[in-house]
């Protein structure tokens, strides 16, 4: 597809990387970013300012782009995915990616499953053609075992022996990148996962082969759990339970979902959680 292409949360995990891969390919692209004197994005791309508290920077964001990669951060909506999906089209943008989350719409997965309910429907009733991108677990999300493994600590188990099929970000933005640019993905929904489903504890096993060292687990009771989403993570009581819901959704298996639609859409397995281990081993040093 031509014309230009905005990514919204383009500093972030798969913003990113998906900025870098569509710059790659030699597309057109604008980088929204509440700061862009901090985003470091590759030569040629145009970085531009946008809030989404702030409508008119939004709106001057979308003009002129064809396509859009849609990406909030993390949490309950009060609209503003409806808000942006209509800015969009307001602007004349008639291709729209928007990443979602596995499990939306099951109300088993606690709060977090409802986050992009209202967003994903904005987005089939907005006549552009969309695609919704719902992945699983990101192999990134180890990164924040960091502070533990540097303090000669194990790692929290808040999921025990429970599995997700745990995706490598790069798959993520690489398969954005098919949607944004090629035809065939329009009225898709694509739930991603790696090629495994892999605990916490089976990926600790993995990062000390690679790292050459024990990276030792904890487990966290549900009262220990609350009490280290409250001091670890700041939370309040309310936001505590609606985690504790999802964490008792993945501990009982709810989460050990593998499908084949990386491979459908790349036409390549998708990367293994090893893989970005590998990838990433010097984040993990602690000399």
Known sequence: ??????VTGATGTIGSDLVRQLAERGAKVRALTRDPASARVPTGVEVVRGDYTDPASVHAAFTGATAAFLLRPPGPDAGEDAALVAEARAA???RLVKLSAIGTGDPAVGPSGLWHVAGEQALRESGAE??????????S???????ALRAGEPV???TGDGASGVIDPRDIAEVAVRALLEAGHAGRTYTLTGPEA????????VLAEVLGRPVPTRDLSEAGTRDFLRTAWGMDGSRADGVLTGVAFVRAGGNAV???DVLEV???PARPFRTWAEDNRSLFETD
């Open 1 to 6: 597809m031509d014309g230009m292409i905005l």
């Open 92 to 94: 004349g943008v008639e």
């Open 130 to 139: 969309w695609t919704v991108l719902r992945p699983s677990s990101f192999a």
């Open 141 to 147: 999300n180890t990164l924040t075992w960091i502070p």
């Open 156 to 158: 929290p188990n808040m």
């Open 198 to 205: 892999i605990s916490v504890p089976g990926q600790a096993a």
């Open 258 to 260: 593998v499908t084949g």
């Open 266 to 268: 790349l036409g390549r």
